[in-house]
């Protein structure tokens, strides 16, 4: 599947982003989401005939962003950070020679334009966000919210209450039957009805 060269880059990239995630605390987006969408990621790219390692790649990396965005003042977006350390990474972690400019660049846009669903300049992008937006749904988007809200309720309803509008923007017809094989939306749903449900109370005159 992979060059000899891009199988070392991709063991290298994914030891570099274990560390990363093992030395720093990002609730609900440590090393093993990482692990699942650079998984997610492969099985798309696949099937849908896509740079398969490039795929893999941007799943690797593109939360590193999550580690300086956790504890500080919130102007500045996960996106930003990683795009910003992957620069870095790229410009002065040796091992990255071996990817060319032009996979950089892909890279670059695909993990900086990971949460806007209209940014289609290359087709790795729109792989990207799938293969994130496979990780929010089921019992493990759930998991996940609650860790990254530290259990606020309050929260984690309003930010659930996205999972609607995450599901539309499903992009790839693979990615899609993933979503509707392993029934992904039915803890979401039952998730948000028992909260809708909680809160309705009786009326009186
Ligand atoms: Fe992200
Ligand atoms: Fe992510």
């Given at each position: 599947m992979y060059t000899k060269k891009q199988q070392e880059l991709i063991q290298y990239t994914r030891k570099k982003v274990i560390r990363y995630f093992d030395k720093h605390r990002a609730p609900g987006h440590g090393s093993d989401h990482a692990t699942r969408v650079a998984s997610w990621a492969v099985k798309i790219a696949k099937a849908e005939k896509s740079n398969i390692f490039l795929c893999e790649m941007a799943g690797w990396l593109h939360d590193v962003g999550r580690v300086p965005e956790h504890?500080?003042?919130?102007?500045?977006?996960h996106h930003e950070f990683s795009y910003e350390i992957c620069q870095d990474w790229f410009r002065n972690d040796s091992e990255f020679k071996k990817l060319t400019k032009k996979e950089k660049l892909i890279l670059l846009y695909s993990i900086r334009y990971h949460?806007?669903?209209?940014?289609?300049?290359?087709v790795e992008a729109i792989i990207l966000r799938d293969a994130d937006k496979?990780?929010?749904?089921?019992k493990i988007g759930i998991k996940r919210t609650e860790e990254f809200f530290n259990y606020d309720k309050h929260k984690i309803n309003l930010n659930i209450r996205l999972r609607a509008n995450n599901a539309f923007w499903i992009r790839t017809k693979t990615a899609r039957n993933f979503f509707n094989k392993y029934k992904m939306f039915d803890p979401i749903y039952k998730y948000e009805l028992k909260n809708l449900k909680s809160q309705i109370k009786s009326v009186e005159l």
């Open positions: 504890g500080s003042d919130g102007t500045k977006s949460w806007n669903n209209a940014a289609d300049k290359y496979m990780d929010l749904f089921g």
